[in-house]
């Protein structure tokens, strides 16, 4: 499982938890993350985020 | 033999940056120069409104240096640099006497804050927090001083309010609209936001404005044009932004609200651009993030020799307040239509459709801004 982070604004989607509040279930892969997925805190867009190692 | 001259972009801010590193994917050997007028520290200009509730100093929302910038991107960053002239017919732009070719130029000025007009001796305690830098001036007072008066209640001036409060300040908002973000908002929803950001405790004083603001007993005294008289320690401007044009007008560009580009970004002079709050294309001004990082890629493109056209999908935008959340993507102006909301409480879903049931624009707060990928689905494109 990996973690994903907005490159504006810092938020972290990770994999394990997934984003239930954005309808996406716990262990969902970053590439079954839906193409107009959008960051909810700053509003960008799946494209602006980066891998990360925690 | 000569080096060909760089591409120099001007401004460090999220365009600048942002557009740097697409086109250093692109173009890896590229002779790259930035110049800017602050330090250039990288960051992220929307975490300035999330900064209190957070409790981060200046230094910890500052993600890299200038100089952790030019070796990461492998360019050159001139800092506290200001460009005072350019001419386009040579190539050249002038820093006060030293002048600077460029093989193509980026404008990526940024925008400047209003300033209201205000009478009184207080003007040292208005503060506008617009980068990096102010928010550090700002935090350093904003420490011992725990009640604000926050002039403004657009975007900036809600997200402020919020995050202060949130950061355990006394918080009353002065602003001449009628509602919150009126240019954003439909009234039902910027009811919804209001109600939510009173239950925490910030006090609105709507269609009303400073107009004096004097030292008293180690604070300041507002005196509102509605008779009301609020006593603070410190005020802070959010009445709106600018594109910046200065420079653009002195070299003879184009500009209207903004520096007028095409939709490759190129304003009316060849081998100059503009990008992100600066830039009006054709006829947008959107000082928001999303245009922004769009502006960015298909620049880096265009830069590295593949000519390509900014398209601007549909371009919600989030309002950074946690009490109610709020999403909004408002249909554009002159729109024929008409907002029909669903409202519970502080959750409220409205959206504006035309006669034919088109959806050209919504506004969802609490619980609902999770329906914002569904209705994005439904919308058109803002420049397809």
Not at chain 1, 7 to 28: K, Q
Not at chain 2, 249 to 256: C, E, S, W, Y
Not at chain 2, 375 to 381: F, G, V
Request: proline share 6%.
């Amino acid at each position: 499982m990996k973690k994903w982070q907005c490159v504006v604004c810092g938020w972290i989607y990770d994999e394990e938890l997934g984003a239930p509040e954005e309808g996406l279930a716990p262990g969902t892969r970053w590439e079954d993350v839906p193409e107009d997925y959008i960051c909810p805190d700053c509003g960008v867009g799946k494209e602006d985020f980066e891998m990360i190692e925690i | 033999m000569n080096q060909p001259a760089p591409i120099v972009v001007i401004g460090t801010g999220l365009a600048g940056y942002h557009l740097v590193k697409e086109l250093r994917k692109l173009a890896p050997e590229q002779n790259i120069v930035m110049i800017t007028a602050d330090d250039g520290c990288s960051y992220s200009k929307p975490m300035l409104s999330t900064g209190f509730g957070k409790n981060k100093s200046a230094d910890e929302l500052a993600m890299a240096t200038a100089a952790d910038m030019a070796a990461q991107l492998n360019i050159v960053v001139r800092t506290n640099t200001q460009v005072t002239n350019i001419v386009p017919t040579e190539h050249k732009l002038y820093i006060g006497e030293e002048e600077l070719e460029y093989s193509k130029l980026v404008l990526a000025l940024g925008a400047n804050v209003l300033t209201p007009q205000v009478e009184g001796d207080a003007q040292d305690r208005v503060f506008s927090i617009n980068d990096l830098q102010d928010y550090a001036r700002f935090r350093e007072v904003a420490d011992d001083n725990k009640r604000v008066i926050i002039m403004g209640a657009g975007l900036i001036g809600c997200e402020y309010a919020n995050d202060m409060r949130a950061g355990g300040y006394e918080v009353d908002v002065v602003a001449p609209c009628d509602h919150l973000l009126p240019t954003l908002l439909p009234p039902v929803a910027a009811d919804a936001l209001q109600n939510g950001l009173e239950s925490i405790g910030v006090r609105f004083h709507l269609q009303a404005v400073i107009t004096k603001l004097t030292h008293e007993n180690n604070g300041i005294k507002a005196e509102l044009s509605n008779g009301n008289v609020v006593e603070a320690d410190l005020a802070v401007s959010a009445i709106g932004l600018r594109p910046r044009l200065a420079l653009a007008t002195k070299a003879g560009l184009a500009t209207g609200l903004g520096i007028k580009v095409n939709r490759q970004l190129e304003t009316s002079e060849s081998d100059i651009y503009a990008i992100g709050d600066c830039a009006e294309v054709e006829g947008h001004v959107l000082l928001f993030v999303l245009p922004l990082m769009a502006s960015a890629r298909a620049l880096a493109k265009t830069l590295a020799g593949q000519p390509t056209e900014v398209s601007y999908g549909v371009m919600p935008v989030t309002v950074k307040t946690p009490v109610v959340p709020v999403v909004v993507s408002p249909p554009a102006p002159d729109s024929e239509g008409n907002w029909t909301a669903e409202v519970s409480e502080q959750d409220v879903q409205a959206e504006f459709r035309n006669q034919s049931g088109q959806l050209l624009g919504y506004a969802l707060t609490g619980a609902k801004v999770v329906n914002k990928l569904t209705l994005n689905k439904e919308l058109p494109a803002i420049l397809p």
